[in-house]
C-alpha cells in the first residue's frame, strides 16, 4: 500500500511520463546511437507490486527495443543492454565510455528481462554534499545524474541551495542579512550547519552569490533528476536556526544544541526551534511553500534529520515523541502528502542514549507508518533495523555506508552487500529499498556497482561471474582484455573486497595521512589504519595489471586503466608505509639506536612519498590542484576565490578551526603528499633525531606540526610542484614512465 501510495504520488500517473529524458540521456553519451533505440512505457498491467520491470529485445525494423513499466525501468533496462551485450559503461572520475562500443550495435537473440527486488534504489549520504560535491560545476553533474539513472536509482537526495530558501524565510521573519550569512558555514561545511553540528564559517563570511549560484545550480539537478524518472528528495525546515531568532521570535521556544566534536561555542551549540512551538510549522509551511514555487510539485519526500550527533534536550519518552509528532505535523501541513526521510545514524552513533524505547517513543510520534522512511545508512556493518524490530514497522532502505570522509583506500565486504540485503528482505516487511550512503565518492566503484545491481536479483550475486563481467566493460575500448587483468581483479575479489573479520568496518585510511606519533597510528573503526588482508595480495594483483600491459600496450591509452593503475598504487605504497613506520619507530625506541640509521630511515620514508605524489600527480583524479582548481573557479571574486581554497584546504587537513577532527577527511592526492604529509614527516623524524625516547614529549612536537598545518591551510606550501598531469598525452607517458621507474627503484615494494 505505501509503495502504490509513493509511486502515485510522485509520479502523477504514467500519463504524466515521457521518454524525452531518457532518449536524451543517448543523445548524451551515444549520439551516433540515437536512432537505433526505441524506449516504451508499459501500462500498469506490468506493475509488480511497486516494483520496476523491464524487457530489451531487437524490433523487428532493427531497433534495440527497451520497454518498461517507469522511466527507471528504462534507463535500468538501457544500462543492462550496454553492459551485458556491448560491454561498455560509464563511471565515475573516468566519465562515460558509453560511446567506445562496436559502430554497429548488437542484435538480441533472446530478449533480456529484469525486475527490480525493491521499489526504491538510494543514492548520496548528506555529507557527500560536503566531502564529494561542493565545487562540482553542472559537468559533474550531469555524469552523476546519468550514472545514477543508468544504474537505477530513483530515489536521490537534491541537497544542494537550501540557503536560498532559508534567506527567504529568514527574512520574512524580520531578520537582517548579516543575522542570516553570518550564520550559514562555507562550502565545505555546508552539511554539518544544516544538521545543527555548527554555525559559522572561520575561512569567511558565505555570500549570496554562493548561495544564488547553488540554488540555479539546485533547479538544474531537480529538473534533471525528474526527466530521468528520479524522485528527489529536497530538505526542508529542521529547526535550526540563527541566534537572531530570539530576537525576532522573542516567546519562542528555543534551546541550545549540543556541543559538537569539541567546537569553540561560536561554531558550535546551534539554536534549535522546538517543534512543540507554533513557529515552528509557520516555517515549515514557508519554507515548504517557497520551495515548490522555486522547483515545482516536483516530490512529497523531505529529507529531516534533528538528532545526527546532537543529543536531544531530554530523553523524556513522551518529550521524544512530542518532538516528532510535532514535526511530522509540520511537514503534513504543508504537504499533506508529505513522506519525512531521516537517517538512522542517529541509533547507532549514539547508541546508549536511542535504547529501545526512546527510539521507539521517537518514531511513534508518527503515527502513520507510512509518512515516514528511515534510512539505515550502515548496513553492511552496523545495521540498527534488527534492534528496532525493523524500526517498528516504518519504511526503510538497506544502505551501505562504506566509508567515512571519503577515505580512499581500497576495501569492501561482497558477500555483506549480496547476501545481507536479500536476507533483510525476506525478514522484514518494510524494507522497501536499497541505497548508497558513502561519505564520500573515493574510489572502489564496483562496491557500490554491485548493490545497485543485487537491486535487481532476488538471488544474492556470484561476484566472480560479476567481477569478471564488470572488468571487460571497465578496459572496453583499447583491443583484447589480457587474462591477466581479469586475475588481478579475481584476487582482488577473494582478499581486498571480500573482508569478513567483523573488526573491520570501512575502508580505511593510510598512516601517511595521519598526523605523525610514536603511538596510537593504528587502530580499527570507522578510520581503520590496518587493512584486512595480506600485502602481498595486493602486490600480486598490481604485478598481473602493470604486466597485462606488456601484452596489450593500448591499456595505456584506456583511462579506466590508468584511474586503476594509479589508485592501485597508492595502495600498494600506502600498505608498504606501514612496515617503514614500524622500523622507524623500532630504531627509534632501541637504547642503542643510532641518529644515523634514523636518518636513513626517514629518508627512505619521504622518498617513497615523493615517488608516491608523482605517481598520483599523473591522474587529474588524485591531484590536489584538479579540486583547488574547482574551488577556485566557483567564483570571478578573489576574495572570495581565496575563501573557498581555503575552505577546502581546511577540510582536507584540519577540519575545524582549531584541528578538531584532524585528518578526518584527508587525501591522498598529488600535491598534498608532497606539500602537506612530507613535511609533517619529515619534522617528526627531525624531532626523533634531536629528542630521545626518554623526553618524548607529544604536546611540544603536536605544537610544530600545528604551526606547519595553519600556514599550509593559509596558502602555504606548493601543491604543483611535481604535477606532470597537465594535458591528457602527459597523463599517459607519464603514468607509464612514473611506474616504471617506481617499480624498478623501489622493487620492494612492488615484488610478489
Partial sequence: MLVSLWLTAALGGLSALSTQGIESLVRRRLPAHIDDFEFRLLGNETSTGGNDVYSVSSSEDGKILVEGNSLSALSSGLHRYLTDAVHVDIWWFIGSRLDTGPESLPALDVPMDGSSVVPWRYHFNTVTFSYTTAFWTWEDWELELDWLALRGVNLPLAWVGQEKILVGVYRELGMADTEILSFFSGPAYQSWNRFGNIQGSWNGELPMEWIENQFALQKNITRRMVELGMTPVLPCFTGFVPPATRRVLPNAMVVNGSNWEGFPVDYTNVTFLQPLDPAFSMIQKSFISKQTDLYGNITHIYTLDQYNENNPESGDLEYLR??????????????????????????????????????????????????????????????????????????????????????????????????????????????????????????????????????????????????????????????????????????????????????????????????????????????????????????????????ASKSNPALWDNPAYQYDMTDITRQVFSNSFTETYKSLIATYSSPSHSNTTLSSIGANFTSQLRTLDSVLSTNPAFSLSTYLSAARTSSENATLQSFYVADLRNQITLWGPNGEINDYASKSWGGLVNSYYVPRWKTFVEYLIAVPLQRYNETELNGQLRRFERGWVNGGGNETALHRAQVQVHVVAGLRNVLEEAAGRWSGVFGE
Fill in 322 to 547: 512530542s518532538v516528532s509528532y510535532n514535526t511530522w505535523q509540520s511537514l503534513k501541513a504543508a504537504d499533506s502528502d508529505a513522506v519525512w526521510m531521516m537517517q538512522g545514524w542517529l541509533f547507532y552513533d549514539q547508541f546508549s542514549f536511542w535504547t529501545e524505547e526512546r527510539i521507539e517513543a521517537y518514531l511513534g510520534g508518527v503515527e502513520n507508518d507510512q509518512d515516514m522512511l528511515i534510512i539505515d545508512l550502515f548496513s553492511e556493518s552496523s545495521p540498527q533495523w534488527q534492534r528496532t524490530n525493523s524500526y517498528f514497522g516504518k519504511p526503510w532502505l538497506w544502505c551501505q555506508l562504506h566509508g567515512f570522509g571519503g577515505n580512499m583506500g581500497l576495501y569492501g565486504q561482497i558477500e555483506n552487500v549480496t547476501i545481507n540485503p536479500i536476507e533483510a528482505l525476506a525478514n522484514s516487511s518494510s524494507l522497501v529499498g536499497f541505497g548508497l550512503t558513502m561519505e564520500g565518492q573515493e574510489g572502489n566503484e564496483i562496491m557500490y556497482d554491485l548493490l545497485l545491481d543485487q537491486a535487481w536479483s532476488a538471488s544474492p550475486i556470484n561476484t566472480e561471474s560479476y567481477f569478471h563481467n564488470w572488468v571487460s566493460r571497465r578496459y572496453a575500448g583499447t583491443g583484447g582484455i589480457p587474462p591477466e587483468v581479469y586475475k588481478a581483479w579475481d584476487i582482488m575479489r577473494m582478499t581486498v573486497y571480500n573482508n569478513t573479520k567483523s573488526s573491520f568496518v570501512s575502508a580505511p585510511k593510510s598512516i601517511l595521512e595521519l598526523s605523525p606519533n610514536i603511538s596510537n597510528m593504528f587502530h580499527l573503526g570507522h578510520h581503520s589504519t590496518i587493512i584486512s588482508y595480506s600485502p602481498t595480495n595486493l602486490t600480486s594483483a598490481w604485478n598481473l595489471l602493470f604486466n
